[in-house]
């Protein structure tokens, strides 16, 4: 069976020439199924680019990208959403909930773009709200919900389709310690069900929850270890 990601010297780097800059300079990873795993550096690392390649949100300038076999560096922009969709939970540190849509709309959205029948789409949307302790606010907006529970709701929409990854991108950054808690919990538990979890942070007490921790510096892997 082949690694679930495989990169292989992979560069992202903008104003080629003399004043370029490296954004990826020369990544070599592979990710295992059902791995936790912590990408950790400070601004300007690149693990925010490191991110959006893992997430088939960009596109290097050279390099290999293999998810679950497949090389995706030469799929169309339609084939890559589709991955994007099946595949991959995003959870997004500023939660990107749709303002006029209830946290079941926001759930259900995804779904929609996957062309699942309305019945499907309720059930999976209230299940998700539920395992993240939103059962009572699914009819309420954004600007209903505190913090903590806007990001429950970018969970349960991150989850309702069951991707096998979920790549949660800074996911306790713009909440308090308790919410925050709530938050990794939950990831724990998506992974203790056999999600591959990868963890954008800066924080490394948040790292530290992971499973294997890997470090960025000035666009390269610095240290990649598993964290006993």
Avoid: W
Wanted: proline residues 4%.
């Amino acid at each position: 069976m082949p690694h679930l990601i495989e990169i292989e010297r992979m560069y992202k780097i903008y104003n080629p020439g003399e004043n370029e800059v490296r954004a990826l300079d020369g990544i070599s990873l592979v990710i295992d199924r059902g791995e936790f795993v912590a990408i950790v550096g400070q601004s300007g690392s690149g693990k925010s680019t490191l991110m959006n390649m893992l997430g088939l949100l960009d596109i290097c300038t050279s390099g290999k990208y293999l998810l679950d076999g497949i090389d995706v560096l030469f799929m169309t922009d339609d084939e890559l959403s589709e991955i994007r969709n099946k595949q991959i939970g995003f959870i997004f540190q500023g939660f990107n909930l749709i303002p006029s849509l209830t946290a079941q709309g926001n759930v259900e959205l995804p779904l929609i773009y996957r062309g699942m029948r309305a019945e499907e789409r309720h059930e999976l949307s209230l299940s998700a709200l539920a395992r993240v302790g939103l059962e009572k606010r699914i009819h309420h907006l954004p600007s209903q919900m505190s913090g903590g529970q806007q990001q429950r709701a970018a969970i349960a929409r991150a989850v309702a389709a069951r991707p096998p990854i979920i790549l949660a991108d800074e996911p306790t950054g713009n909440l308090d310690s308790s919410s925050g808690r709530e938050v990794m919990n939950i990831l724990h538990e998506l992974h203790k069900e056999g999600r591959t979890v990868i963890l954008i942070t800066h924080d490394n007490d948040i790292a530290k929850e992971a499973q294997r921790i890997i470090r960025m510096h000035d666009g390269k892997i610095s240290e990649d270890y598993k964290n006993e």
